[in-house]
C-alpha cells in the first residue's frame, strides 16, 4: 500500500516504462495527452467500462459505447483515449498506459469517491474502503478491478487512487498541457444505486439470492442446500429480495445521492483550477432498471416455458401486461422476475416437475409470492426514485452550464426499449426484450454490440453540438450484423459470445443458441442440469 510520496528516482523508473509501453500501443490505445485536440474521458459503471454479460475484456471494451464515441470523434478530431484493456482473466493487458476511461463495473456514486454505502452492507453510515481504490505499486499485483483500470495513476497521486481522484488528475494534466486541448469528460454514475433493488440481487448483510430454494433444495447438492440454511438462519442470506423492506434497503435515499452527487462535480470545480475553460462536463441521466431484458414479464415466461411444455401458462395471480408486449409507454404494467429465477423455472419445467409446481416460484395457495415477483407497485416504487436521481443530476449542472452540460440518455433508453419511441433496425424490433429485443447482452442487464453503438450516436450528437464537431453516426444495422447478441433466425435464442465465463452468466450461457441460423436447432441442458447450478451457485457466494 502506499502510504509515502514515492521516491524521485522511482518516478522517473516507472515514466520510462510507461513511455516504452505505450509508443508501441495500437490506434485504439493512444497514449494521454499525446495530442492537443480533445481528451475523451470516462467514469462511471459497467455501462462506461464496457461490461457485457457480466465480464470485462477487450472484445466487450472495443464494442462498447465509449470507444464507439472516440471512433467516430477521431474522424473528425486529434483525439487522445486510452482503454485499460483486459484479457480474458480480468487482467489488464498494457499496464503502464495511462487511462482516460475510468469507468469500473459495479460502481455507484459513493464508490466513485472510494466510499462504501452504508445501506447496501447494513452498516451505520458510509465508510472509505480500500478495495475500491487503485493501490498497487507493481503490474504483477493487480488483483481487483479498481487496481486493474486505475493503475498507474496511483503511482503520481503517490496514494491510492479512486476513479474519481483519477479523473481530477487527468483533468489537471489537460489544464497544463496546453491551450489548444479540450477535455470531453462523460460521467453516467447511478445506475447502481438501484440495481440491488431492481435485480434483487447482491448487496452484503444480507446477500440477496433469487432462488426457489423450498423448491428445489432436494435437488441441489446437500452440502450447498446446508451452507444456504445456515445463511439464512444468520441472517447473511436473504432469498426474498422482492419485499418492499428489501428494496428499500437496496436503494440509495435521494437526499443521500443529491449530497454525493454534488460533493462529486463540486470536488472536479474545485480542484482542478479553471475547469470551465478547457473541460466540458456531461452528465448523463439514469433509464430505469425495471425496463431492462433480466426483469421477465408474463408474455417472457410464456414465450420459453410454452418451448418446454406447450401447455404453460403463468399462473392467475402474476400481473400480466396487455398483448404481445408492454403497453406503449408503460414502464410497470405487469408482474416481472428475475432472469436467474426464470433458469430455475425453466430447468424445473425440464427436469420432470409439473406446471403446476413451476408456478409455485410465483404464488403460494393462490397468492402471489411477494419475495420472488417484482410487482407493479414496486416497480413504480424503484422508478419514482430513479425520478429522484434524474432530477438530482439535472440540478448539478444549473449555475455551471459553461462546462456542464446534461445528456437525457435515461429517457432516451427508456423510451426506446419499452417501446413508446418505435425503432426498428434492418427488419427487427429493437426493445427491452430478453434477446428478442436486439438490446441486451445473455446476462440481459448490458447491452450488446448494437445497444453500445446506439447509445454512443445519442451521446456524439450532444458532444457534436457542444465542441461544435460533426463526428459521424454508426449504422446499426451494420453493427446488427455482427452482433453476437441478435436473433438471426427468430427462435429467441442468441449465438453470444465466444469465451467462458464464470457466475451466474455461466448458467445462462446453457442457453446459447447452437446454431443461429437454424431455429430448429435449439440449446439443451445438460442432465445434470441441478449439479451443475449447484457448483456455480457455491462457488458465487460460499468460496
Not at 426493445?431 to 447482452?441: A, E, H, I, L, Q
Request: glycine content about 8%; charged content about 20%.
Amino acid at each position: 500500500m502506499l502510504h509515502k510520496p514515492l521516491p524521485f528516482a522511482l518516478l522517473v523508473f516507472f515514466a520510462t516504462f510507461i513511455h516504452a509501453y505505450t509508443a508501441a500501443e495500437t490506434q485504439e490505445q493512444k497514449r494521454v495527452l499525446s495530442f492537443k485536440e480533445v481528451v475523451l474521458i470516462g467514469l462511471g459503471d459497467s455501462l462506461t467500462h464496457g461490461t457485457m454479460d457480466a465480464t470485462n475484456n477487450s472484445l466487450n471494451s472495443l464494442n462498447a459505447y465509449l470507444q464507439k464515441v472516440y471512433e467516430s470523434l477521431s474522424g473528425v478530431a486529434t483525439v487522445s483515449f486510452t482503454q485499460p484493456l483486459l484479457d480474458n482473466a480480468e487482467k489488464r493487458l498494457l499496464p503502464f498506459s495511462i487511462p482516460t476511461n475510468l469507468g469500473v463495473d459495479g460502481s455507484d456514486v459513493f464508490s466513485l469517491e472510494g466510499l462504501e454505502y452504508y445501506r447496501r452492507v447494513g452498516e451505520d453510515t458510509s465508510k472509505a474502503a480500500r478495495y475500491y481504490t487503485c493501490e498497487k505499486l507493481l503490474p504483477c499485483r493487480l488483483d481487483d478491478l479498481y487496481d486493474n483500470v486505475l493503475y498507474p495513476i496511483n503511482l503520481f497521486l503517490h496514494r491510492p487512487a479512486t476513479q474519481l481522484e483519477s479523473t481530477i488528475w487527468l483533468l489537471n494534466q489537460v489544464g497544463l498541457s496546453s491551450d489548444n486541448t479540450t477535455a470531453a469528460c462523460i460521467l453516467w454514475i447511478g445506475n447502481n444505486d438501484s440495481s440491488n433493488a431492481a435485480l434483487g440481487y447482491g448487496a452484503r448483510n444480507p446477500t440477496f439470492m433469487p432462488l426457489p430454494f423450498e423448491l428445489l433444495q432436494s435437488r441441489l447438492k446437500p452440502g450447498l442446500a446446508a451452507l444456504i440454511r445456515l445463511g439464512l438462519q444468520h441472517a447473511a442470506l436473504s432469498l426474498e429480495p422482492y419485499s418492499m423492506a428489501s428494496i428499500q434497503r437496496n436503494l440509495t435515499v435521494a437526499e443521500d445521492f443529491a449530497a454525493q452527487y454534488e460533493n462529486i462535480i463540486s470536488r472536479m470545480e474545485n480542484e482542478v483550477p479553471g475547469i470551465a475553460g478547457f473541460t466540458r462536463l456531461f452528465l448523463c441521466t439514469l433509464p430505469y432498471y425495471s425496463s431492462v431484458g433480466y426483469l421477465f414479464d408474463s408474455e417472457d415466461l410464456e414465450y420459453y416455458l410454452q418451448k418446454v411444455d406447450p401447455g404453460y401458462s403463468v399462473p392467475a395471480s402474476f400481473s400480466r401486461v396487455t398483448g404481445p408486449g408492454e403497453p406503449v409507454g408503460d414502464y410497470t404494467r405487469g408482474d416481472r422476475i428475475g432472469l436467474i429465477t426464470f433458469m430455475c423455472m425453466y430447468s424445473m419445467l425440464s427436469t420432470g416437475f409439473s406446471i403446476e409446481q413451476v408456478n409455485q416460484v410465483l404464488e403460494e395457495n393462490g397468492t402471489q409470492r411477494d419475495g420472488l415477483v417484482l410487482s407493479e407497485a414496486e416497480q413504480s416504487y424503484i422508478q419514482a426514485r430513479i425520478d429522484s436521481f434524474n432530477e438530482i443530476i439535472i440540478e448539478a449542472a444549473v449555475g455551471r452550464e459553461s462546462f456542464v452540460q446534461v445528456i437525457d440518455t435515461g429517457g432516451y433508453l427508456n423510451d426506446i426499449l419499452t417501446g413508446k419511441t418505435p425503432l426498428t433496425i434492418g427488419k427487427r424490433g429493437f426493445n427491452r426484450k430478453w434477446v428478442r429485443g436486439g438490446s441486451f447482452t445473455i446476462d440481459g442487464v448490458h447491452p450488446g454490440y448494437t445497444g453500445q453503438a446506439l447509445i454512443a450516436n445519442y451521446i456524439i450528437g450532444h458532444v457534436n453540438d457542444t465542441l461544435g464537431l460533426n463526428a459521424p453516426l454508426h449504422d446499426l444495422e451494420t453493427v446488427a450484423r455482427d452482433d453476437p447478441y441478435v436473433d438471426n433466425d427468430g427462435d429467441g435464442w442468441a449465438l453470444g459470445p465466444p469465451y467462458s465465463i464464470p457466475g451466474f452468466t455461466e448458467i445462462l450461457y446453457l442457453l446459447k443458441d447452437p446454431d443461429d441460423g437454424d431455429p430448429a436447432v435449439v440449446p439443451t441442458l445438460p442432465t445434470d442440469i441441478w449439479l451443475y447450478i449447484s457448483d456455480v451457485l457455491l462457488r458465487e457466494f460460499f468460496l
